[in-house]
């Protein structure tokens, strides 16, 4: 039906005549010539009717998404008309037969990325033949052919586990599916193959993967979805330092293959006191450049029970988080962060404009600078490595 796909035509075809389906991405009118171009999965084309073609009443009638066949000789643009930004963009298709395979009702979207997202999702065979939608689904299936080719070269084997099963503690309600056979009885869906993968290791199979379906009957999120897939593992006769080993090489396989990027070897490590100290989390976003800065030792002598308390206190702390540039925030600014933190427990948010951090003490704003002294001044300091214009945010108490 067709000799090439859309981006496969180059100069090397210059001359020769080809077979396109696809559909029309564009339609121009100009100067008695039409222009359309025309799309398919591998890219798009720019497709020539001259006026004096037997094609030309036929391009006439096309719009937007008609889905055609048209019959045609490549040739090069004009030097001055090469488009840099297509990968087409120095040839172009001079038609001689454009064939209507199926037209298109007035389109329901306008096939752009401000679409909203229920249209998007209502007229999904649309939304999915944009580019960056053709895009994404191609990169996951390169993905999952990288995850193929790693783990398979380096002693897994993939196994499939049941869809229909029995229901066992997990972490979410279980989807149930009702027996024909076996009237009221039910099977539910797995939310992992926890068990069966441990099942295959008892049984010796000592290295297992499978990109699994997995369902979860619990309220949408961003990080939770009813219906996942996943990449599940397990090994046998392994310590910590193997797992871990397995999974960087397995990622940086990947995301060479797939993408190009050379991620390092070995991956930065973080103890989990040292997330929760620096970040207050467990799985921290090492993007995120503020910290959080112990001062205990430096303020645990001031006169100032809100942080000599905690800071003389097993099981709590003070710690700073250093704003630069915040000493521009308003009184309201700073009102509307400690409201916030209230919303997560915390009981308040002590704070310090630093006007002039060579100054001491005198280039401190702030309602409790009265009770620290230069000991402790310096040591939050240099502590939080704070400059001329930033703000530090407080807080005190129980933190694990």
Known sequence: MRS????????????????????????????GLIFLGLRDNAGIVQVVIE?????????????NEYCVRIKGTVRMRPESQWNESMATGKIELVADEVELLNASAPLPLLMTDED????RLRYRYLDLRRPRMQHN????????????????????????????TKATP?????????????????????QSPQLFKQLLMMAGMDRYYQIARCFRDEDLRADRQ???????????????????????????????????????????RMS??????????DKPDLRYPMRLHSVDEHVSHVDFRVFSGPANTDGQRVAALRVPGGATFSRKQIDEYTALVARYGSRGLAWIKVNDASAGLAGLQSPIAKFLD??????????????TGDLLFFGAGEWL
């Not at 006026?51 to 719009?63: C, H, I, Y």
């Not at 909203?116 to 249209?119: D, R, Y």
């Not at 910590?240 to 070995?266: I, K, N, S, T, Y």
Request: hydrophobic letters at 40%; one cysteine or more.
């Open 170 to 190: 997990e972490g979410a309600r279980d989807y149930l599916v009702p027996s024909r056979v076996h009237a009221g009885q039910f099977y539910a869906l797995p």
């Open 4 to 31: 090439h796909q859309c981006g496969e035509i180059n100069e090397t075809l210059d001359g020769q005549a080809v077979t396109l389906c696809g559909w029309v991405d564009r339609r121009r009118d100009l100067g």
């Open 137 to 164: 689904m191609r990169i996951r299936s390169k993905l999952n052919q990288a995850i193929h080719k790693h783990l398979d070269g380096n002693g897994f084997s993939e196994f499939e586990t049941p869809i229909l």
């Open 51 to 63: 006026p004096d073609s037997d094609a030309f009443a036929d391009a006439e009638r096309l719009r």
């Open 226 to 268: 009813p219906e996942f897939t996943q990449l599940d593992m397990e090994l046998s006769f392994v310590e910590e330092a193997d797992v871990q080993a397995a999974a960087e090489g397995m990622l940086r396989a990947v995301f060479d293959d797939v993408l190009g990027v050379e991620l390092p070897e070995p991956f930065p």
């Open 374 to 387: 230069d000991q402790a001044w310096n040591g939050i300091a240099a502590a939080t490595g704070v400059e």
């Open 272 to 281: 989990w006191r040292v997330a929760m100290e620096e970040f207050g989390s």
């Open 116 to 119: 909203g997202e229920e249209v």
